[in-house]
Protein backbone atom coordinates (compact mmCIF):
# COMPACT_ATOMS: atom_id res chain seq x y z
CA UNK A 1 0.00 0.00 0.00
CA UNK A 2 1.31 3.42 -1.05
CA UNK A 3 1.39 5.37 2.61
CA UNK A 4 1.35 9.13 2.38
CA UNK A 5 2.05 11.35 5.50
CA UNK A 6 0.51 15.15 5.75
CA UNK A 7 2.48 17.40 8.27
CA UNK A 8 -0.06 19.82 9.53
CA UNK A 9 0.63 22.91 11.50
CA UNK A 10 0.19 23.23 14.96
CA UNK A 11 0.30 26.96 15.00
CA UNK A 12 -2.98 28.99 15.51
CA UNK A 13 -1.73 32.27 14.81
CA UNK A 14 0.78 34.38 12.78
CA UNK A 15 2.87 36.77 14.97
CA UNK A 16 3.21 39.42 13.01
CA UNK A 17 6.05 42.55 12.19
CA UNK A 18 4.53 44.51 15.16
CA UNK A 19 4.10 41.49 17.61
CA UNK A 20 0.27 41.82 17.06
CA UNK A 21 -1.44 38.31 16.46
CA UNK A 22 -3.23 37.40 13.82
CA UNK A 23 -5.25 34.29 14.17
CA UNK A 24 -4.66 31.53 11.82
CA UNK A 25 -3.94 27.77 11.31
CA UNK A 26 -4.53 25.37 8.37
CA UNK A 27 -6.17 25.92 5.34
CA UNK A 28 -9.76 23.93 5.43
CA UNK A 29 -9.63 23.28 1.59
CA UNK A 30 -6.15 22.29 1.19
CA UNK A 31 -5.96 19.85 3.94
CA UNK A 32 -9.76 18.20 2.94
CA UNK A 33 -8.83 18.35 -1.15
CA UNK A 34 -5.34 16.27 -0.33
CA UNK A 35 -6.56 13.77 2.47
CA UNK A 36 -9.82 13.29 0.43
CA UNK A 37 -8.18 12.41 -2.98
CA UNK A 38 -5.66 10.60 -1.44
CA UNK A 39 -7.92 8.02 0.74
CA UNK A 40 -10.03 7.87 -2.01
CA UNK A 41 -7.06 6.71 -4.00
CA UNK A 42 -6.84 3.84 -1.87
CA UNK A 43 -3.58 4.82 0.15
CA UNK A 44 -3.14 4.82 4.04
CA UNK A 45 -2.91 8.54 5.15
CA UNK A 46 -1.29 9.81 8.23
CA UNK A 47 -1.24 13.06 9.70
CA UNK A 48 1.33 14.78 12.16
CA UNK A 49 2.22 17.79 13.51
CA UNK A 50 5.13 19.81 15.73
CA UNK A 51 4.55 17.67 18.95
CA UNK A 52 1.52 16.10 17.99
CA UNK A 53 -0.88 19.26 18.76
CA UNK A 54 -4.30 19.09 17.47
CA UNK A 55 -4.07 21.47 14.26
CA UNK A 56 -6.69 24.38 14.36
CA UNK A 57 -8.41 25.31 11.24
CA UNK A 58 -8.22 28.96 10.03
CA UNK A 59 -11.77 30.08 10.77
CA UNK A 60 -11.65 31.95 7.43
CA UNK A 61 -11.38 28.82 5.53
CA UNK A 62 -14.57 27.60 7.27
CA UNK A 63 -16.51 31.38 6.29
CA UNK A 64 -18.94 31.35 3.52
CA UNK A 65 -17.86 35.05 3.32
CA UNK A 66 -14.63 33.99 2.73
CA UNK A 67 -15.08 30.92 0.86
CA UNK A 68 -18.68 30.46 -0.40
CA UNK A 69 -21.27 28.51 0.96
CA UNK A 70 -21.27 25.34 -0.75
CA UNK A 71 -17.48 24.90 0.41
CA UNK A 72 -17.42 25.91 3.51
CA UNK A 73 -20.14 23.52 3.91
CA UNK A 74 -18.01 20.46 2.50
CA UNK A 75 -15.18 21.42 4.80
CA UNK A 76 -17.11 21.37 7.66
CA UNK A 77 -18.58 17.74 7.09
CA UNK A 78 -15.36 16.26 5.95
CA UNK A 79 -13.34 17.90 9.37
CA UNK A 80 -16.34 16.42 11.09
CA UNK A 81 -16.12 13.00 9.52
CA UNK A 82 -12.36 12.59 10.33
CA UNK A 83 -12.23 14.50 13.85
CA UNK A 84 -11.28 11.66 15.56
CA UNK A 85 -7.78 11.14 12.74
CA UNK A 86 -7.77 15.25 13.47
CA UNK A 87 -7.82 14.89 17.18
CA UNK A 88 -4.90 12.46 17.18
CA UNK A 89 -1.95 13.65 14.76
CA UNK A 90 1.09 11.44 15.05
CA UNK A 91 4.36 13.64 16.85
CA UNK A 92 6.32 14.90 14.15
CA UNK A 93 10.04 14.20 15.71
CA UNK A 94 9.19 10.54 16.32
CA UNK A 95 8.28 10.08 12.46
CA UNK A 96 10.12 7.40 10.71
CA UNK A 97 10.47 9.29 7.17
CA UNK A 98 11.17 5.60 5.62
CA UNK A 99 7.61 4.32 6.15
CA UNK A 100 6.44 6.99 3.87
CA UNK A 101 6.18 7.45 0.20
CA UNK A 102 4.95 11.03 -0.30
CA UNK A 103 5.74 14.08 2.66
CA UNK A 104 2.86 16.48 2.18
CA UNK A 105 2.08 19.71 3.34
CA UNK A 106 -0.88 22.24 3.44
CA UNK A 107 -0.61 25.74 4.02
CA UNK A 108 -3.00 28.17 5.79
CA UNK A 109 -0.54 30.98 7.64
CA UNK A 110 0.35 28.41 10.02
CA UNK A 111 3.41 27.39 8.36
CA UNK A 112 5.18 30.35 8.48
CA UNK A 113 4.80 30.82 12.26
CA UNK A 114 5.98 27.27 13.04
CA UNK A 115 6.90 24.68 10.47
CA UNK A 116 9.31 26.92 8.20
CA UNK A 117 11.40 26.68 11.38
CA UNK A 118 10.06 23.34 13.05
CA UNK A 119 13.79 20.94 12.94
CA UNK A 120 11.98 17.94 13.31
CA UNK A 121 9.89 19.60 9.54
CA UNK A 122 13.57 19.80 8.32
CA UNK A 123 14.78 16.38 9.07
CA UNK A 124 11.71 14.56 7.42
CA UNK A 125 12.25 16.98 4.22
CA UNK A 126 16.05 15.82 3.96
CA UNK A 127 15.43 12.45 4.06
CA UNK A 128 12.48 11.86 2.30
CA UNK A 129 14.47 14.35 -0.65
CA UNK A 130 17.83 12.60 -0.47
CA UNK A 131 15.45 9.31 -0.81
CA UNK A 132 14.30 10.62 -3.50
CA UNK A 133 10.82 10.15 -2.12
CA UNK A 134 7.65 12.67 -3.07
CA UNK A 135 8.02 16.02 -1.73
CA UNK A 136 4.46 18.13 -2.17
CA UNK A 137 3.13 21.68 -0.27
CA UNK A 138 0.37 24.20 -1.45
CA UNK A 139 0.06 28.03 -0.71
CA UNK A 140 2.09 28.82 2.17
CA UNK A 141 3.03 24.81 2.52
CA UNK A 142 6.46 25.74 0.84
CA UNK A 143 7.47 27.36 3.92
CA UNK A 144 8.40 24.17 5.39
CA UNK A 145 11.18 23.62 2.77
CA UNK A 146 12.63 26.60 4.43
CA UNK A 147 13.71 24.21 7.72
CA UNK A 148 15.49 22.02 5.32
CA UNK A 149 19.18 22.30 5.61
CA UNK A 150 21.94 19.57 5.05
CA UNK A 151 25.02 19.24 7.23
CA UNK A 152 26.60 22.22 5.90
CA UNK A 153 24.06 24.37 5.97
CA UNK A 154 23.03 24.47 2.53
CA UNK A 155 19.25 24.33 1.46
CA UNK A 156 18.92 21.37 -0.51
CA UNK A 157 15.69 23.17 -3.00
CA UNK A 158 18.10 25.38 -4.03
CA UNK A 159 18.01 25.81 -7.83
CA UNK A 160 14.73 23.74 -7.72
CA UNK A 161 11.61 24.87 -9.46
CA UNK A 162 8.46 25.50 -7.22
CA UNK A 163 5.78 27.69 -6.41
CA UNK A 164 3.64 29.40 -3.21
CA UNK A 165 1.00 31.94 -2.27
CA UNK A 166 2.57 34.47 -4.53
CA UNK A 167 3.74 38.20 -3.00
CA UNK A 168 0.95 39.73 -5.29
CA UNK A 169 -1.91 37.36 -3.51
CA UNK A 170 -0.89 37.95 -0.41
CA UNK A 171 -1.08 41.54 -1.01
CA UNK A 172 -4.68 40.79 -2.36
CA UNK A 173 -5.57 38.93 0.72
CA UNK A 174 -4.47 41.89 2.97
CA UNK A 175 -2.32 40.26 4.77
CA UNK A 176 1.34 41.15 3.23
CA UNK A 177 1.30 44.79 5.21
CA UNK A 178 2.69 44.31 8.50
CA UNK A 179 4.09 40.59 7.67
CA UNK A 180 7.39 39.69 8.85
CA UNK A 181 8.17 37.81 5.78
CA UNK A 182 6.75 36.99 2.79
CA UNK A 183 7.10 33.63 1.62
CA UNK A 184 7.60 34.28 -2.45
CA UNK A 185 10.12 36.26 -1.55
CA UNK A 186 12.01 34.83 0.77
CA UNK A 187 11.61 31.32 -1.50
CA UNK A 188 13.61 33.26 -4.31
CA UNK A 189 16.26 34.92 -1.98
CA UNK A 190 17.17 31.31 -0.59
CA UNK A 191 17.80 30.28 -4.44
CA UNK A 192 14.14 28.48 -5.43
CA UNK A 193 13.76 29.42 -9.29
CA UNK A 194 10.01 30.55 -8.44
CA UNK A 195 6.99 30.19 -10.75
CA UNK A 196 3.62 31.94 -10.81
CA UNK A 197 0.48 31.92 -12.28
CA UNK A 198 -2.26 34.47 -12.54
CA UNK A 199 -3.53 35.29 -9.04
CA UNK A 200 -6.03 32.96 -7.86
CA UNK A 201 -5.31 30.09 -10.74
CA UNK A 202 -4.78 26.51 -10.55
CA UNK A 203 -1.03 26.66 -10.92
CA UNK A 204 1.23 23.81 -10.14
CA UNK A 205 4.68 22.76 -10.93
CA UNK A 206 6.94 20.03 -10.86
CA UNK A 207 10.40 19.65 -10.61
CA UNK A 208 11.41 15.98 -10.09
CA UNK A 209 10.18 14.82 -6.85
CA UNK A 210 9.16 18.08 -5.67
CA UNK A 211 5.33 19.26 -6.21
CA UNK A 212 4.07 22.15 -5.21
CA UNK A 213 0.76 24.34 -5.52
CA UNK A 214 0.32 28.22 -6.15
CA UNK A 215 -2.57 28.56 -3.26
CA UNK A 216 -6.14 27.22 -2.67
CA UNK A 217 -7.06 26.64 -5.97
CA UNK A 218 -3.95 24.65 -6.63
CA UNK A 219 -4.82 21.89 -4.07
CA UNK A 220 -6.94 19.92 -5.86
CA UNK A 221 -4.84 19.99 -9.05
CA UNK A 222 -1.62 18.98 -6.61
CA UNK A 223 -3.29 16.36 -5.13
CA UNK A 224 -4.15 14.86 -9.03
CA UNK A 225 -0.39 15.42 -9.30
CA UNK A 226 0.58 13.31 -6.35
CA UNK A 227 -1.31 10.50 -7.03
CA UNK A 228 -0.48 10.48 -10.41
CA UNK A 229 3.25 10.20 -10.05
CA UNK A 230 2.63 7.58 -6.68
CA UNK A 231 1.10 4.92 -9.48
Same mark, same amino acid.
Given at each position: ? /???????????????? @?? !?? $???????? &????????????????? +?? !???????????? *???????????? =????? $?? /? &??????? %???????????? $????????? %??????? $?? @?????? #??????? @? !?????? #??????????????????????????? +???? =? =?? &??????????????????????????????? %??????? +?? /?????? *? !?? *???????????
Amino acid at each position: M /TNVLIVLSAADKWTRA @DG !SI $YESGVWAQ &EFVDLDEAFVRAGFRVD +LA !SPGGVVPTMDKR *SLDPATVGEKVA =ERMRA $YL /T &ENAKRLE %HPLVLGEIDTGA $YDAIVVPGG %HGPVEDL $YK @DPDMGR #VLIEADR @D !SKLIAA #VCHGPAALLAARDGNGRWPFAGRKMTS +LSDE =E =EI &EFGTAENAPWLLADTLRKSGAVFEQGPNWRT %HVVKDGN +LL /TGQNPQ *S !SA *SLAEVVIAALR
